[in-house]
């Protein structure tokens, strides 16, 4: 029986929440797209009257779907050319979803979604489902095909691993405001000594280009290691500006919660580098430049005012 009108305004209700519902579960807010559009085919061609709860079928329908994605997309990233990074969302995306808690804001961080890549699958789906989006054991339960008590299990040992991993900790914006303007004066101006200062002993940077965009296959450890990349990074050539396409204007931006600079090069934006900001000093710089993954963000960008950039580089 062909879609009513209501029943494609219950599905419209939901496709936000499906949507980022999908977007933590692969960290890809192009496939998270095509996993809402798959539901909406099975929700057309499924036998509706007989389904009590849309909502509770819906999400069963597109968290499964994740499920199997999941599992072919670890083989793809396997093979995977360089570090793979989460896909960037730009603040005010539907894509990131409920952000009125810290759990499900730090759902959708970076950090968080680096480390998520390391759970099994329906470790993923658990955690996601009850701590970002509130639902009951027994209704992760009846999702996910598994006993109340298993999922109460298999919660608390994705929460424990995820807990060690990336400590909790609420994002002051206007504290990492002015780290970031710290940071990026002493990376512009070379200063080894001040970056040092600025991160922590054990921070990293990684860049994930794809292989479409040249980015270090591993990353850089340690808060020297750091420094002297970033000093190399934002050091200006005409090597820089010829691959570019042109030198790169730098705003500031807010992207999956946290803080971050956002390179437009001739109005199209060219990379994001996601800023971890922990204890006053950055202890994670993510350089995301493969263009595939930049695809939403640049359409958001377009569709905003973003003011003069802070500085020109390259």
Not at 4 to 23: K, N, Q
Not at 114 to 133: G, H, N, W
Not at 167 to 190: M, N, T, Y
Not at 283 to 306: C, F, I, T
């Amino acid at each position: 029986m062909p879609l009513r009108s209501h029943e494609v305004d219950l599905f419209e209700a939901s496709r936000a929440r499906l949507g980022a519902i999908a977007y933590r579960l692969l960290g890809s807010a192009s496939e998270a797209e095509d996993a809402v559009q798959e539901t909406f085919l099975r929700w057309d061609a499924a036998d509706r009257e007989h389904i009590q709860v849309p909502e509770a079928w819906l999400t069963k329908v597109l968290t499964n779907l994740c499920l199997t994605q999941l599992t072919s997309a670890r083989a793809r990233r396997e093979t995977y050319v360089g570090q793979w990074l989460p896909e960037p969302v730009l603040d005010g995306d539907p894509m990131l979803g409920p952000a009125d808690t810290a759990e499900q804001r730090e759902s959708v961080s970076l950090a968080v979604l680096v480390v998520m890549e390391r759970l099994s699958p329906t470790e993923r789906a658990v955690y996601v489902l009850r701590e970002a989006f509130s639902h009951s054991h027994a209704e992760i339960a009846a999702i996910l095909d598994i006993t109340e008590a298993g999922s109460q299990q298999t919660f608390h040992r994705a929460k424990r691993h995820l807990t060690a991993e990336v400590p909790r900790a609420e994002v002051d914006r206007a504290a990492a405001r002015k780290v970031i303007d710290e940071f990026l004066a002493a990376a512009a101006g070379g200063d080894v000594e001040a970056l040092v200062k600025l991160l922590t002993e054990d921070a990293v940077a990684v860049g994930d280009g794809g292989g479409k965009v040249p980015a270090r296959a591993k990353p850089f450890s340690g808060a020297l290691a750091v420094a002297k990349f970033l000093r190399g990074l934002f050091k200006p050539g005409a090597a820089k500006r010829e691959l570019l396409g042109g030198p790169a204007a730098i705003h500031t931006a807010v992207v999956n919660g946290a803080p971050a600079l956002v390179a437009v090069v001739d109005g199209r934006l060219a990379g994001i580098m996601g800023i971890e900001v922990t204890g006053g000093r950055v202890s994670a710089v993510r350089n995301m430049v493969n263009p595939d993954k930049l695809v939403r963000a640049e359409r958001q960008w377009r569709s905003g005012d973003h003011g003069e950039p802070i500085m020109s580089a390259w």
